[in-house]
C-alpha cells in the first residue's frame, strides 16, 4: 500500500509509479481506507487513459481551486506562510477569480502584471503575486486539469527588482529555513519577519526583559532606505 502521512500534516497522501511515471499528491482525506480509495480511482483513471478512454475532467474555477489551495496551506505550512499566500490570492481573485483554470493565459497574466504596476505596486509584490499563481496552476498540471501553464517556456516574465536577481518564493523560502543549521534559521527567519538586510540584522542589539528577548534594530540608512523594528522572541 502506497498511502502514508508527512510528517507535520494529518492527510494521507498517495505515491506510485504508473508506467514509469511517479504520482505523488494529498487526498485531502484523514481516513486511511478512503484515502486508498482515491488512490485506487487515480490508478483506475490512468489506466482508461492508456487504454484510450480519458474520462472528461471538470476543470474547477480558480477561486475554487485556490480556496483549496489555501486550505492545505493552512493545515501544512507555517501561520506566516498562510497569511502570505491569502494575500497573494486576494491580489490575483479581481482578474482571476471567476476564470477556469484553463482559461487563464500567458497574455491574461501579462495583463494582470501590467495593470499592478498600473497602480504602482513594487515589483517585489507583483512578483509575490505571480510566483504564487504559478505555484496554484503547476499544481492543477499536476493533477492533469491542464494540460498546461501559461507559465511554461518563459512565457511570463517576472519583473526585474533592483538590488536583487529575482524574488525568493514561499516555497524556497520553507526549503532554505528547513534545510539551513539552527543559526542561519534564526537569521533567516527574523530577516523574513522584520524584513531586514544582512547587515542591519548584524548591527542589530539584543536585550532581555525577564524570560523574553529583544532584538532592537537601529534606524539607519542602507542604500537610500530606512529600516527599523522590534522583534520579541
Known amino acids: 500500500m502506497t498511502i502514508y502521512?508527512?510528517?507535520?500534516?494529518?492527510?494521507?497522501?498517495?505515491?506510485?509509479?504508473?508506467?514509469?511515471?511517479?504520482?505523488?499528491?494529498?487526498?485531502?482525506?484523514?481516513?486511511?481506507?478512503?484515502?486508498?480509495?482515491?488512490?485506487c480511482i487515480k490508478k483506475a483513471e490512468l489506466a482508461q487513459r492508456r487504454a484510450g478512454i480519458l474520462p472528461k475532467k471538470q476543470i474547477p474555477l480558480f477561486r475554487d481551486f485556490a480556496e483549496r489551495f489555501l486550505h492545505?496551506?493552512?493545515?501544512?505550512?507555517?501561520?506566516n506562510t498562510h497569511r502570505a499566500y491569502r494575500s497573494c490570492v486576494r491580489n490575483l481573485e479581481p482578474v482571476f477569480s471567476r476564470k477556469y483554470l484553463d482559461e487563464i493565459t500567458p497574455e491574461m497574466v501579462r495583463?494582470?502584471?501590467e495593470a499592478r504596476l498600473d497602480l504602482q505596486r513594487s515589483p517585489a509584490t507583483i512578483n509575490r503575486d505571480l510566483s504564487c499563481?504559478?505555484?496554484?496552476?503547476g499544481i492543477a498540471v499536476k493533477e492533469e486539469l491542464i494540460q498546461k501553464s501559461p507559465f511554461f517556456g518563459g512565457r511570463v516574465e517576472f519583473l526585474h527588482e533592483k538590488g536583487r536577481e529575482r524574488t525568493l518564493s514561499?516555497?524556497?523560502e520553507r526549503k532554505y529555513l528547513k534545510a539551513?543549521?539552527?543559526l542561519l534559521r534564526d537569521v533567516?527567519?527574523?530577516?523574513?519577519?522584520?524584513?531586514?538586510?544582512?547587515?542591519?540584522?548584524?548591527?542589530?542589539?539584543t536585550r532581555y526583559r525577564s524570560q523574553a528577548a529583544v532584538l532592537q534594530a537601529r534606524e539607519?540608512?542602507?542604500?537610500?532606505?530606512?529600516?527599523?523594528?522590534?522583534?520579541?522572541?
Open 5 to 39: 502521512k508527512q510528517p507535520g500534516s494529518p492527510y494521507y497522501y498517495y505515491d506510485f509509479y504508473f508506467e514509469k511515471r511517479r504520482y505523488q499528491a494529498s487526498t485531502h482525506l484523514r481516513n486511511k481506507t478512503v484515502a486508498h480509495r482515491v488512490e
Open 72 to 79: 492545505t496551506v493552512k493545515v501544512e505550512r507555517r501561520a
Open 111 to 113: 495583463g494582470f502584471k
Open 133 to 137: 499563481l504559478r505555484q496554484i496552476l
Open 170 to 172: 514561499f516555497d524556497e
Open 180 to 182: 539551513a543549521t539552527p
Open 188 to 205: 533567516g527567519i527574523i530577516i523574513v519577519e522584520m524584513g531586514l538586510r544582512p547587515g542591519e540584522i548584524f548591527a542589530a542589539s
Open 220 to 233: 539607519e540608512s542602507c542604500k537610500g532606505s530606512v529600516h527599523g523594528g522590534t522583534l520579541r522572541c
